[in-house]
């Protein structure tokens, strides 16, 4: 079984600036995969970025980025020069060997402001 | 192919009523997810295809939930004499292959029980 933590239910930042979102995760296995996913009000999952347990670098997408570390089991999002389209729920979430399924957090609800 | 399509994207239906949703995965996708979503929670796995086969099941998943997804492209899930507690965001996601490095999300469908 795996977990994911996030606990920040909400978090505010101004526009430009940067922001770090967090998510921890508890699991034994050895391959795994996390992921970073946006919601707006719309409903609709918007995939962020991905890192992969034997990925040495952190990934990046653009103005996303996830600061991996592996030791404290920790998958940090950092959203640079936020924008106010950036207002969203974020989830944090994890799936192990196979595939199979994701396990997700209960989310950061972001709020850009001027 | 623009993405997963779901159908509706909203629902109301009385209790005991018979609901049934329609998911249509990104065309190369063997694999085909279902999450439900509550308010204020992350999504949560319910099952998932591979191709024509249901390879697993959540236990949140009762008896009076079925998918199918007979031909390997769409799938569908019928809820059965519906409660209030099945009022929730149904997401269906589509990945290609085992590994997904991403899942991509539908916009949900949402139900809402009277």
């Known amino acids: 079984a795996q977990k994911i933590t996030q606990t920040q239910p909400g978090m505010f930042v101004q526009e430009k600036e940067a922001v770090t979102l967090d998510c921890t995760y508890d699991?034994?296995?050895?391959?795994?995969?996390l992921f970073w996913y946006k919601q707006p009000s719309s409903g609709e999952m918007i995939f962020l970025i991905y890192?992969?347990?034997?990925?040495?670098q952190n990934a990046t997408e653009g103005r996303y980025s996830l600061n991996f570390q592996k030791a404290r089991k920790s998958a940090n999002l950092v959203i640079s020069a936020s924008q106010l389209g950036d207002s969203a729920m974020y989830f944090c979430?994890?799936?192990?060997?196979?595939?199979?399924?994701?396990?997700f957090g209960t989310g950061t609800q972001l709020k850009v402001e001027l | 192919d623009t993405g997963v399509s779901q159908d509706p994207r909203h629902k109301i239906t009385k209790r005991g009523q018979n609901v049934t949703f329609r998911c249509d995965p990104i065309?190369?996708?063997?694999?085909l997810y279902w999450y439900r979503q509550t308010l204020g929670q992350g999504p949560e796995f319910l099952t998932y295809?591979?191709?024509?086969?249901?390879?697993?099941k959540s236990r949140l998943l009762s008896d009076r939930f079925s998918a199918e997804r007979p031909k390997g492209s769409f799938s569908t899930l019928e809820i059965q004499r519906t409660e209030q507690g099945d009022s929730a965001m149904y997401l269906c996601?589509?990945?290609?292959?085992?590994?997904?490095?991403?899942?991509?999300f539908g916009q949900g469908t949402r139900l809402t029980v009277v």
């Open positions: 996601a589509s990945s290609l292959g085992a590994e997904a490095t991403e899942a991509f």
């Open positions: 699991t034994s296995d050895q391959s795994y995969g």
């Open positions: 890192q992969g347990s034997y990925d040495e």
């Open positions: 979430a994890a799936y192990t060997g196979g595939g199979n399924k994701l396990t």
């Open positions: 065309s190369e996708h063997n694999r």
């Open positions: 295809f591979q191709n024509e086969a249901q390879l697993e």
